[in-house]
């Protein structure tokens, strides 16, 4: 109840006032809540992106999802992801930012968005602010999954077998670790200087990571 999308500006909202406006229906004041989540391949960000999808009622992006289904409808766009995604490195950053444009334009009216697999580079991470700005939106919080690496290769191969995606191989794994560390992990320092990364201990069951989630999302700016 937090996340205002203020329409009404030159406002003062005080938490008694964003009481009484919610409770009238009428008044289009809007509540918003941006999360990214944000880890390295195998982290669990489309588990729980799902999880948080249905909890907080957010309207999901995985761009390893979109790209994954223009590869599958042989489009000129999954052609190209595919020469990338099939070595285990990232799609081009004008690409991407390009399906994210497109997200915003065909979800206007969003309660909140939830952002996994995107932002994964700095690139990304400038593009993405200055969409949400040019829309008074910003990012509430960062959910960085922290896994052991072992376990991600672990769950990576795991995926490997039972779904058969060509990038769950051993040695696209190696290079998939290797483009985060490079390309993605200074994306933490980023958030982290805008006061927004919040790391999680993603080892453990779904369940157990699920409700560490919970915990810190329910009491942003509590
Ligand atoms: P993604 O689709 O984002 O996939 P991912 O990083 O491999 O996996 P994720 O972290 O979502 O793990 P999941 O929950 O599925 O990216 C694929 C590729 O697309 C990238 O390598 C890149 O080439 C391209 N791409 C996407 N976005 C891009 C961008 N913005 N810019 C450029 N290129 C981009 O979990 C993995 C497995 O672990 C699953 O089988 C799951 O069931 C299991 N699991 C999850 N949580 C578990 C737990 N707690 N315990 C045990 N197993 C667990």
């Known amino acids: 109840m937090i996340y205002l999308r ?21 008044n289009r004041i809007f509540f ?4 990214i989540i944000f880890g390295a391949p195998g982290s669990g960000k489309g588990t729980q992106g799902e999880n948080l999808t249905k ?26 992801a595919d020469k990338y995604m099939s070595q285990g490195q990232l799609v081009p950053d004008n690409v991407v930012i390009d399906i994210l444009d497109k997200f915003f334009a065909d979800n206007p009216d969003s309660e909140g ?14 593009a ?16 960085w999954l922290d896994v052991d690496d072992d376990e991600l290769v672990s769950r990576l191969l795991n995926r490997g077998k039972k779904e058969g995606r060509d ?13 985060y560390n ?22 453990g069951t779904v369940d157990e990571i699920f409700s560490r989630i919970e915990n810190v999302v329910d009491n942003l700016n509590s």
């Open 6 to 26: 203020n329409k009404v500006k030159g406002f003062i909202l005080t938490k008694q006032t964003i009481i009484y406006l919610c409770s009238c229906n009428n």
């Open 32 to 35: 918003m809540l941006n999360i």
């Open 55 to 80: 909890r907080y009622n957010l309207t999901h992006i995985s761009t390893g999802e979109v790209l994954r289904n223009k590869i599958a409808k042989q489009t000129e766009l999954g052609k190209l």
């Open 113 to 126: 968005y939830i952002f996994d697999g995107f932002p994964r580079t700095l690139r990304q991470g400038e």
């Open 128 to 143: 993405m602010d200055e969409m949400l700005g040019k829309q008074n939106e910003s990012i509430n919080v960062v959910l």
């Open 167 to 179: 990038d769950d191989t051993l040695e696209t794994i190696k290079s998939r670790l290797q483009v």
């Open 182 to 203: 490079r390309k993605t992990e200074p994306l933490k320092e980023f958030y982290s200087k805008q006061g927004k990364l919040v790391q999680i201990d993603g080892m």
